[in-house]
């Protein structure tokens, strides 16, 4: 199929835009066969199936890197603690938090978990995103955590989006261990992370490296079967506090390391060094009413690749807008629209281990954004308004 009279938007570097003005996109089954001028479209391609774009924006399909879009029950209530004053972390040591949607993640069946899940990703899907990062965490039981991760894969299943699983049983010691995070590491999350692999349920392993979770010595021993298992390492760090875990991040050559609000100049020179992409997460931040912004011009300053993700969660970030991510981010932490889609498509990308997405060029996925504008810019700029015309899966309009 070549798609004709569509503003292409390449993101051929990271330098700009990489904007063809009259351009013109071929298909070949899932994949980019061509791009470019419409005045320079290649004779194999004139006269095959043709679909006019009537001008439209076309941009790479969008990624959300970060999520945990399979949970039970909801923290609405937490929400309005936190608008009276209570802190996260006093909310979480109060036994709420994370652990409140432990308690109805367990309870939940894996259909009740899958049709909940499934309304957060239709609203994903109607924004652009094409392939969504899942992480279990909300179970901290072998049966609970394989359920989580079960449902993640038939996400798949049920919509036209590919779904990346993390395993993320160092969540939060779950109340039946409380005192005890080392005796849970032994007894439960590393006994875990073995079955769910054994049963190829997991494409990363991630960690929640803070005070009221896990230190780093906690971490680095997750983080040690992991390698022994062949799965790359992403990590929760410095979102609250800073207790090194993106120092521990770059010595793993994780793929992320995520929130990094209390990040400093010398953390991002360790994710420059070992290639980590650090991935900025302004839901969390709105929603926790934060005060400490991820060091973004230190990011810039080391060359650090900054990705983009909703968090969709339950508690600190019930954001199922990538859309409202990328103004989020310019606004709270002044990056730039190119720096959003970027976020959003090449570095998510990077942050998955997704070498053939993100950009539109010869070989890469064809997953494309056909959106009712006529500069990137708009996509970060509307605040509460979709202006995506058309989702391309797989080459499939």
């Given at each position: 199929?070549?798609?004709?009279?569509?503003?292409?938007?390449?993101?051929?570097?990271?330098?700009?835009?990489?904007?063809?003005?009259?351009?013109?996109?071929?298909?070949?089954?899932?994949?980019?066969?061509?791009?470019?001028?419409?005045?320079?479209?290649p004779?194999?391609?004139?006269?095959?199936?043709?679909?006019?774009?009537?001008?439209?924006?076309?941009?790479?399909?969008?990624?959300?890197?970060?999520?945990?879009?399979?949970?039970?029950?909801?923290?609405?209530?937490?929400?309005?603690?936190?608008?009276?004053?209570?802190?996260?972390?006093?909310?979480?040591?109060?036994?709420?938090?994370?652990?409140?949607?432990?308690?109805?993640?367990?309870?939940?069946?894996?259909?009740?978990?899958?049709?909940?899940?499934?309304?957060?990703?239709?609203?994903?899907?109607?924004?652009?995103?094409?392939?969504?990062?899942?992480?279990?965490?909300?179970?901290?039981?072998?049966?609970?955590?394989l359920?989580?991760?079960?449902?993640?894969?038939?996400i798949?299943?049920?919509?036209?989006?590919?779904?990346?699983?993390?395993?993320?049983?160092?969540?939060?010691?779950?109340?039946?261990f409380?005192?005890?995070?080392?005796?849970?590491?032994?007894?439960?999350?590393?006994?875990?992370?073995?079955?769910?692999?054994?049963?190829?349920?997991?494409?990363?392993?991630?960690?929640?490296?803070?005070?009221?979770?896990?230190?780093?010595?906690?971490?680095?021993?997750?983080?040690?079967?992991?390698?022994e298992?062949?799965?790359?390492?992403?990590?929760?760090?410095?979102?609250?506090?800073?207790?090194?875990?993106?120092?521990?991040?770059?010595?793993?050559?994780?793929?992320?390391?995520?929130?990094?609000?209390?990040?400093?100049?010398?953390?991002?020179?360790?994710?420059?060094?070992?290639?980590?992409?650090?991935?900025?997460?302004?839901?969390a931040?709105?929603?926790?009413?934060?005060?400490?912004?991820?060091?973004?011009?230190?990011?810039?300053?080391?060359?650090?690749?900054?990705?983009?993700?909703?968090?969709?969660?339950?508690?600190?970030?019930?954001?199922?807008?990538?859309?409202?991510?990328?103004?989020?981010?310019?606004?709270?932490?002044?990056?730039?629209?190119?720096?959003?889609l970027?976020?959003?498509t090449?570095?998510?990308?990077?942050a998955?281990?997704?070498?053939?997405?993100?950009?539109?060029?010869?070989?890469?996925?064809?997953?494309?954004?056909?959106?009712?504008?006529?500069?990137?810019?708009?996509?970060?700029?509307?605040?509460?308004?979709?202006?995506?015309?058309?989702?391309?899966?797989?080459?499939?309009?």
């Open positions: 199929m070549l798609l004709t009279n569509a503003h292409v938007v390449t993101l051929q570097t990271d330098a700009d835009y990489g904007l063809i003005a009259d351009g013109a996109i071929a298909m070949d089954g899932d994949r980019i066969a061509w791009v470019g001028s419409a005045a320079q479209v004779a194999a391609y004139r006269d095959g199936p043709q679909t006019d774009l009537g001008g439209r924006l076309v941009t790479p399909a969008l990624i959300d890197c970060h999520t945990h879009v399979v949970f039970g029950g909801n923290r609405a209530t937490e929400f309005e603690l936190r608008l009276n004053g209570a802190s996260y972390e006093a909310v979480a040591r109060a036994g709420g938090g994370i652990i409140s949607t432990v308690t109805a993640t367990r309870a939940a069946s894996e259909d009740a978990l899958l049709a909940d899940a499934l309304k957060r990703v239709d609203a994903l899907i109607a924004e652009g995103v094409t392939l969504i990062e899942v992480k279990s965490g909300y179970g901290l039981t072998q049966e609970a955590e359920k989580m991760l079960r449902v993640a894969r038939r798949a299943q049920e919509r036209p989006i590919e779904v990346r699983t993390s395993f993320l049983g160092a969540h939060a010691v779950p109340p039946e409380t005192g005890q995070p080392d005796a849970y590491i032994d007894e439960i999350c590393l006994p875990t992370l073995r079955a769910a692999h054994g049963e190829g349920l997991v494409d990363a392993v991630d960690g929640f490296c803070e005070g009221i979770a896990f230190d780093t010595a906690q971490i680095a021993r997750v983080f040690d079967v992991a390698v298992l062949g799965l790359p390492v992403k990590l929760h760090a410095e979102q609250l506090s800073n207790i090194g875990g993106t120092p521990l991040a770059a010595q793993y050559a994780a793929l992320s390391a995520d929130h990094l609000e209390y990040a400093t100049d010398a953390d991002a020179a360790a994710l420059a060094a070992s290639g980590t992409v650090a991935v900025v997460l302004p839901g931040f709105y929603t926790l009413r934060e005060t400490q912004a991820p060091p973004i011009q230190s990011f810039r300053d080391h060359g650090v690749s900054m990705a983009l993700a909703t968090d969709c969660n339950p508690g600190s970030s019930p954001l199922a807008s990538p859309l409202l991510a990328m103004n989020m981010a310019c606004t709270l932490f002044r990056m730039t629209p190119l720096e959003a970027l976020g959003l090449v570095h998510a990308a990077r998955l281990g997704e070498a053939d997405r993100g950009r539109i060029t010869a070989g890469a996925c064809a997953d494309l954004c056909v959106w009712d504008a006529h500069h990137p810019s708009e996509l970060a700029y509307r605040i509460g308004f979709n202006p995506l015309h058309s989702r391309i899966f797989r080459g499939s309009l």
